[in-house]
């Protein structure tokens, strides 16, 4: 019954997802809501959402008041099934590696991350639905930094204001571009839906970009909004040159899945995805991220000629600070006419 409620309460908020979603609601029980201010700033600041006029995005920071019930949280717990156990042995077998029947009947118990939290989903969605919120990040006092994507994401406050928009994209079908651990890969790297991430093996020599397009093109969901005379091989290999910044380039994604199970990304930067210090989310991903927003397609094409430079986040204000001194621009300094 508790969980037949949930996903009322859930469908409730977000039966508009995908087709108008104006309201961002971050919602906090840490007293001085400091954190959840400085998220709402970050935010603001950072393409595409700093191009977006207020009729097309609004973001509502509450407090937790003096006398509510805090939400219930606790550390996530994740399950494999008996296939992805069955896939996690073979994986290891063809390293060499033989996982005892206590791993395996750890991974099918479950075991916790402490850096990633979970709370009370029916809760979220009823304050979201009080407020009248399409999305919503609940930010959740702890001494402790870290956090949780999934349909309303959860931040401690103890966390950069950086994590707070790394997990909130996670809502946008943005997947991680750091390396999970070993006991995770298997269970995010079987996913192949990321819109940012693609998961294959490459199969070289390739003779040319248009022979990566035929062989990836169902594998590699940026490929269509890339230049036309973008370069996705080094010589025979899969991989664009280091300097463009837009393209195909190994993401850390799956390193620790044996054998190897190579991830790729569009960009040759650090992305928000990979590095919280870096609020930087390549043109591809804006779409996604628009799209989700229920922005029109004609103003999508409008914002996608918007000029943008990665940057690194100040430390205290988390707002845009200047480029590295070697942040490999390539074509993202122009208008992105392939865009």
Same mark, same amino acid.
């Given at each position: ?61 509450? %407090? $937790?008041?003096?006398? !509510?019930? @805090? ?6 717990? *994740?399950?494999?099934?008996? #296939?992805?156990? =069955? ?10 590696? %033989? $996982?005892?029947?206590? !791993?395996? @009947? ?6 916790? *991350?402490?850096?990633?939290? #979970?709370?009370? =989903? ?218």
């Amino acid at each position: 019954m508790r969980i037949l409620k949930q996903l009322i309460l859930l469908s409730a908020i977000f039966v508009s997802h995908f087709a108008l979603a104006k309201k961002l609601l971050i919602y906090s029980d840490e007293p001085t809501g400091a954190k959840a201010s400085m998220i709402r700033h970050l935010i603001q600041s950072t393409p595409p959402f700093s191009f977006l006029k207020k009729s097309e995005l609004t973001i509502e920071v509450k %407090i $937790l008041e003096s006398g !509510e019930s @805090k939400i219930d949280c606790h550390p996530m717990m *994740i399950k494999y099934t008996d #296939e992805q156990i =069955k896939s996690l042995d073979y994986w290891s077998r063809q390293a060499g590696i %033989i $996982l005892s029947e206590e !791993e395996k @009947k750890r991974y099918k118990k479950g075991f916790t *991350i402490d850096r990633l939290t #979970e709370c009370d =989903k029916a809760a979220m969605a009823q304050i979201a639905l009080e407020s009248q919120a399409d999305r919503m990040i609940y930010i959740h006092a702890s001494p402790y930094e870290g956090g949780s994507g999934g349909t309303i994401p959860v931040i401690l406050s103890s966390s950069r204001p950086g994590i707070g928009l790394h997990e909130w994209l996670h809502t946008f079908g943005l997947a991680d571009e750091y390396a999970y651990r070993k006991e995770e890969a298997p269970f995010y790297c079987q996913r192949r839906d990321w819109a940012n991430v693609a998961i294959f093996n490459d199969a070289p020599p390739y003779a040319n970009s248009e022979d990566v397009k035929a062989r990836h093109q169902t594998q590699i969901p940026w490929l269509p909004y890339l230049s036309k005379t973008a370069l996705l091989v080094t010589g025979d290999q899969l991989g664009s040159p280091q300097m463009g910044n837009l393209g195909i380039f190994r993401s850390a994604t799956c390193n620790n899945v044996s054998p190897v199970l190579k991830s790729w990304k569009s960009s040759s930067y650090p992305t928000i995805m990979e590095d919280p210090f870096t609020n930087y989310i390549p043109k591809p991903y804006w779409r996604v991220i628009l799209t989700g927003l229920g922005v029109s397609e004609n103003r999508i094409s409008e914002l996608m000629q918007k000029n943008v430079v990665p940057t690194w986040l100040k430390d205290r204000t988390e707002g845009p600070g200047s480029p590295p001194p070697k942040a490999p621009l390539g074509n993202e300094t122009g208008k992105e006419k392939e865009l």
